[in-house]
């Protein structure tokens, strides 16, 4: 690592990995700065988990440089691990001992763990302290989760999937401790098919699509470099026929109209400007615009624009579960 990357947790340049003959990773370059939550993104096959299998150092891979904590995961010390946490989306514990017992258990397998009591209070276990494993609801069970990873105090957190099967409120109060550990300082590494999770916990993120990094940067730098547009939709009135009233908004805003069932909308990167016409179109003509609604590209609209067309994309939003 040269001096320009002292502040790097990973640089990750020219990666590659294939599976018999088959290039799933081909040639994937990115930076995650010590002490953000880094979002990787990517439909299914897409090659995330081979990449952080690699980055974990679980993994060979076939080409390309690695730099995890400044040093190559494909020389993995026990020294290196014990500074890596790994969040997985099942982790194994007995479901007959408690809380407070699984996770002194895990504490004793490291040198200079946190606080036990500490560790359960951060994630929000300490009400259930003495509760067994088998009786968590599912919510619960994956902050038990995160506490096993913590536990170490790692430098490094590794994610997967963390709201994975929880119902709205359980997600909810997942996202808030994550938020709440970014402040640790930690580095988090997150990998997640939903895409308001990794809106609102990651700083910086990577979409990968059939191996290769398809974008790299901020949602808003993502935002900018792939078309920062807005959807203003409105729903067409009966008492107006449908056709020449898309043809005639498309004129008078100049810009191109969907139709989806009795909404109509398009897509804008001035709304001020173009809800100005609009407004100014309708109310010239008497007419109501019901329903109209303007909404900012989310990070799912991102996501399906940059990964291949057709996929199965295996993303979800918290609105589709
Ligand atoms: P993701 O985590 O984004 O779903 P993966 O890294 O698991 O993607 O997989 C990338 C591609 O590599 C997929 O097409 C998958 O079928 C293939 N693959 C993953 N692991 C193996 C393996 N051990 N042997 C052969 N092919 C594999």
């Known amino acids: 690592m ?9 640089v990750v340049d020219g990666l590659r990995k294939s599976y018999a003959g088959r290039d799933v990773v081909r ?4 930076r995650i700065e010590a002490g953000e ?24 891979r076939d080409a390309g440089t690695v730099s995890v904590l400044g040093c190559d995961p494909a020389d993995a010390t026990a020294e290196w691990r014990r500074r890596i946490g790994v969040v997985l989306q ?5 479901p007959t001992l408690t809380v407070v017992e699984t996770v002194r258990m895990f504490a004793d397998l490291y040198p200079d763990p946190r606080g036990v009591a500490e560790t359960i209070d951060m994630v929000g276990l300490t009400p259930r302290s003495s509760a067994r494993v088998g009786g968590l609801s599912g919510g619960e069970k994956r902050r038990l989760d995160v506490a096993l990873g913590i536990i170490g105090d790692p430098e490094l957190l590794f994610l997967d999937e963390p709201t994975t099967g929880l119902d709205p409120a359980a997600r909810r ?16 590494v997150l990998t997640t098919h939903y895409m308001d999770e990794a809106q609102i916990l990651a700083d910086r993120l990577v979409i990968l699509d059939d191996g290769v990094v398809a974008a790299n940067g901020t949602f808003d730098e993502l935002l900018r470099d792939h078309g920062d547009a807005t959807t203003i939709s409105f729903r067409l009135p009966v008492a107006v026929p449908a056709d020449s009233m898309v ?3 498309g ?3 100049g810009v191109e109209m969907r139709v989806d069932g009795p909404q109509a909308e398009f897509a804008s990167i001035d709304p001020q400007r173009d809800l100005f016409r609009l407004l100014g179109w309708a109310d010239e003509r008497g007419v109501a615009l019901e329903n109209l609604a303007l909404r900012r590209n989310s990070l799912e609209d991102l996501f399906l624009s940059v990964s291949a067309e057709g996929a199965d994309t295996g993303a979800v939003t918290g609105a589709q579960r």
């Open 173 to 188: 109060e997942v996202w808030a401790m994550v938020d709440e550990l970014k402040g640790t300082g930690v580095t988090i």
């Open 2 to 10: 040269n001096v320009a990357d002292r502040s790097a947790a990973i």
């Open 90 to 94: 099942d982790m194994d514990v007995f």
């Open 27 to 30: 040639g994937v370059s990115f």
């Open 37 to 60: 939550c880094f979002g990787l993104l990517g439909h299914n096959g897409a090659g995330k988990t081979t990449t952080i299998e690699i980055l974990e150092g679980y993994l060979d």
């Open 247 to 249: 043809a005639a908004v």
């Open 251 to 253: 004129v008078a805003v």
